[in-house]
T-cell receptor
Framework: EDQVTQSPEALRLQEGESSSLNCSYT??????LFWYRQDPGKGPEFLFT???AGEEKEKERLKATLTKKESFLHITAPKPEDSATYLC?????????????FGTGTLLAVQP | NAGVMQNPRHLVRRRGQEARLRCSPM?????VYWYRQLPEEGLKFMVY????????ESGMPKERFSAEFPKEGPSILRIQQVVRGDSAAYFC??????????????FGSGTRLTVV
């Protein structure tokens, strides 16, 4: 069964303190791995798509990387406005069409 | 572009009542997906629809839940005879083509259903 596990569940950082969030996945065949940001009371907001091991994507203070078993979301010198829940999701070859399988997220709090 | 519109934002129903959740996709999007987010759990896929067709309902509970996406108007997720366990945030996403994830797969802000 396809599965996505995110760690840690929660992370508290000081402003400027860099860190990484982990997303481990088990799928029958990876068609894409996605990172989303979710603010309280809002829907997920797309950040990155990664398709193959070794791929990296960057946007401002965020950088996503992918291996055959996991993905990392690196946050460099975070600011308080980066506080949110970060969700990882996969689209796999197995099972049904076009559905995303989500992890439970990492709640990030960046303190000034 | 108003994005994916869901309404109502908050819905309170008594046990045994019906809940109707509406989702208007982005302009030009003909593919709609419904997800449910239970407290302390990740988003779970429920159903994927195109105009007038259910493509995949593998995540939908077999009883009390139904979804439609008519030729005209929003997609509707209907929950009959609600129970406390149905309390959750329900999110809709839309896309312009058959694709999963990515920047064309846009989520709405959700409907928070509370069953009392």
């Amino acid at each position: 069964e396809d599965q996505v596990t995110q760690s840690p569940e929660a992370l508290r950082l000081q402003e400027g303190e860099s860190s990484s969030l982990n997303c481990s996945y088990t799928v029958s065949g990876l068609r894409g791995l996605f990172w989303y940001r979710q603010d309280p009371g809002k829907g997920p907001e797309f950040l990155f798509t990664l398709y193959s091991a070794g791929e990296e994507k960057e946007k401002e203070r965020l950088k996503a990387t992918l291996t055959k078993k996991e993905s990392f979301l690196h946050i460099t010198a975070p600011k308080p406005e980066d506080s949110a829940t970060y969700l990882c999701a996969v689209h796999s070859n197995g099972g049904a069409t076009n559905k995303l399988i989500f992890g439970t997220g990492t709640l990030l709090a960046v303190q000034p | 572009n108003a994005g994916v519109m869901q309404n109502p934002r908050h819905l309170v129903r008594r046990r045994g009542q019906e809940a109707r959740l509406r989702c208007s996709p982005m302009k030009g999007h003909s593919h709609v997906y419904w997800y449910r987010q239970l407290p302390e759990e990740g988003l779970k896929f429920m159903v994927y629809l195109q105009k007038e067709n259910i493509i995949d309902e593998s995540g939908m509970p077999k009883e009390r839940f139904s979804a439609e996406f008519p030729k005209e108007g929003p997609s509707i997720l209907r929950i009959q005879q609600v129970v406390r366990g149905d309390s959750a945030a329900y999110f809709c996403a839309s896309s312009p083509s058959a694709a999963a994830g990515g920047d064309g797969y846009t989520f709405g802000s959700g409907t928070r259903l509370t069953v009392v």
